[in-house]
């Protein structure tokens, strides 16, 4: 079989893969000369603590198996089972913290109620003032910058893949080619269209304009290296009031009895935080929903976000290297995994994880190649 994948982000590139390695070629097409939306403008994160319980839950849980295992295939990616602390500074929110930890499904996230002294054990570099931590040991990380390039290398090393760079799809010819803005037809037996944030244009054309996929933009930064490890990913007690795994009466009481920062709830805000390679911290994030999206980043979110993780680490942040907006796609129904659908004989488009897309994206292609029959 042929398949041609539109799109180089992290959707589009687990496809490529699972394609590849089912025995299949793949060429790929990117309109970029590489992918530079929001599978690079990301955490890394591979998620699962935060996601919602059956169908959410079970996807996260076997990309972060299949995470593992490409890692040890692709040391570029940078995989590290870091797991992750949510420090605690209130009795509301040990509270909503003792509700997760009573979830049924609470041990296949690896949830644990710690006590300062044990979080800090875990990561060090906590030394600031908190009266305890949730733990989830199944979250991970992988470098969002370079992941996409080292899949590729891996990919290209297969001699079933090919890859497009600089070339825009602009036609779907028939049940399963494509035509590109350079005049080239592609000709596969299935096309999949993994085109991220870009929902108009020939989207629009395939899909119809009720397609049920929304665009939500972001703030993040990243900072010079701490100088030492961040041995897990860092979460706050926002994160609460934004993942569906927190849903319970104690998120109701938390909401009810202790507000939001001002700039955290105009901005719909959580911390999340990961250290990269290189010692620095990628820090955010932000939500916009309502379009036109602004141009420009604003600062308020970034003044915010260092004051709660200069509280949480006892010390300074280091310099701020980059800051930057990003832009992805969520179905406007929440509780979907994706959004995929059948626009053409043998064309499909996989789209609207939101921002689920790094955590689950093996495990939302794998589901596509099974479907389809690869």
């Known amino acids: 079989m042929r398949v041609i994948v539109v799109g180089a982000g992290v959707v589009g590139t687990m496809h490529a893969w699972h394609a590849v390695n089912r025995g299949h070629e793949v060429v790929q097409i990117e309109r970029e000369s590489e992918a530079r939306g929001a599978s690079l403008r990301n955490f890394g994160q591979i998620w699962v603590s935060g996601r919602a319980g059956g169908e959410e839950l079970d ?25 992750s602390l949510t420090p605690l500074r209130t009795p509301l929110e040990h509270a909503v913290a003792e509700a997760a930890v009573a979830r049924p499904d609470a041990a296949a996230r690896g949830y644990k109620l710690l006590t300062a002294a044990e979080a800090r054990a875990v990561n060090p570099a906590l030394r600031g003032a908190f009266e305890s931590a949730l733990w989830c040991e199944r979250d991970a990380a992988v470098e969002p910058r370079t992941a996409q390039l080292a899949l590729k290398e891996a990919l290209l090393a297969s001699g079933r ?5 600089g070339r825009e799809v602009r036609e779907v010819i028939g049940a399963s080619a494509v035509r590109d803005d350079h005049g080239d037809v592609h000709t596969g037996d299935v096309v999949i269209l993994c085109t991220g944030a870009w929902l108009g244009g020939l989207v629009r054309e395939l899909a119809g304009p009720d397609l049920p996929v929304r665009r939500v933009r972001l703030q993040m930064m990243q ?4 100088g030492e490890p ?7 007690a926002d994160s609460f009031r934004y993942y569906p795994a927190y849903t319970s009466e104690a998120l109701d009481a938390l909401n009810a009895g202790q507000a939001q920062e001002p700039t955290a709830a105009e901005h719909r805000m959580q911390l999340l935080m990961v250290q990269r390679r290189d010692g620095g911290l990628t820090i955010g994030d932000t939500h916009e929903y309502e379009h036109p999206f602004a141009f420009d980043t604003v600062e308020e979110p970034y003044e915010h976000l260092t004051r709660v993780v200069e509280f949480f680490l006892g010390r300074p942040l280091p310099r701020i290297r980059h800051r930057w907006a990003g832009v992805y796609a969520q179905c406007t129904d929440t509780s979907r995994v994706v959004h995929r659908q059948r626009v053409r004989g043998g064309t499909w488009l996989v789209t609207g994880p939101g921002g689920r897309g790094m955590t689950c994206s093996p495990a939302i292609a794998e589901t596509t190649a099974d479907e389809l029959g690869w």
Do not use: H, K, M, N
């Open 59 to 83: 996807t996260a849980l076997r990309a972060r198996e299949l995470w593992e295992g490409i890692g040890a295939q692709v040391p570029g990616l940078g995989f590290r089972p870091c797991g």
């Open 161 to 165: 893949y090919a890859y497009l760079g």
């Open 223 to 226: 900072t010079d290296p701490l």
């Open 230 to 236: 961040l041995t897990t990913s860092v979460a706050d």
